[in-house]
Every structure is written in C-alpha cells, then in structure tokens.
C-alpha cells in the first residue's frame, strides 16, 4: 500500500520561502508520478507541479513557474516542493499525491494516493 506522509507547511511573509515535504512508502514500479496540488479556500484543487520517475520530466503551473522547485531525494523516498518568493495568493492546503503510471507517460493526470495536507499561510 502507498502511503505519502507530509510535513513543513506553516505561515510565512509575503517574498519568504518553505519547503514541503513528502515520505513516500509503497511505491513499487520505477514508473510513477509525484504530484503537489492546493486547495484554496472556495477554490477547486489544483495542480501545482509534478514529476514522472522515469525520465524526471516536470510540469509546473503557469502561477509558480520560476518560483516553485520540485525534486526528490530517491535514496530518502522523499520529495520537496522548495516554494520561493511566496505570494498571499498561494495560501491554500497543500497535498502531495503519487500515481503508479499505467497508462500514461506524463506525470499530468489523474492520482490515486495523497498525503493528509499541509496548510501554508502567506501573510501580506
């Protein structure tokens, strides 16, 4: 079973930066996608950035190209998502999720397996 445990959210100033992190167990297949999405209030969940095991290939949305890194520690089992330069804007809750890739070959899509959440506040 895959289990995704998450862990650095918090409150930060408007231009501060953190770091979420996600512990994955369970995962498998060498092929598989690390996804971080955000809740806002009101708001649908949305992806934020994503990255496909086999090749690295990423994705970023538009709002946090730039400013938004994901990466992974393999020998951890652990990925990040560095947040720079943070904007009141990407206040949400935050979630990492992973997906055993089937069917497709890009980290974009659909995910089975998410984390509890990390709410991360950006204050003006």
């Known amino acids: 079973e895959v289990q995704l445990v998450e862990s650095g959210g918090g409150l930060v100033q408007a231009g501060g930066s953190l770091r979420l992190s996600c512990a994955a167990s369970?995962?498998?297949?060498?092929?598989?996608?690390i996804g971080w999405f955000r809740q806002a209030p009101g708001k649908e969940r949305v992806l934020v950035s994503c990255?496909?095991?086999?090749?690295?290939?990423?994705y970023y949305e538009d709002s946090v190209k730039g400013r938004f890194t994901i990466s992974s520690d393999n020998a951890e089992n652990t990925m990040y998502l560095q947040m720079n330069s943070l904007k009141p804007d990407d206040t949400a809750v935050y979630y990492c999720?992973?997906?055993?890739?089937?069917?497709?070959?890009?980290?974009?899509?659909?995910?089975?397996?998410w984390g509890q959440g990390s709410q991360v506040t950006v204050s003006s």
């Open positions: 990255v496909r095991s086999r090749d690295g290939s990423t």
């Open positions: 369970g995962l498998t297949s060498d092929d598989y996608a």
């Open positions: 999720a992973a997906d055993i890739l089937y069917y497709r070959s890009t980290c974009v899509g659909g995910y089975d397996y």
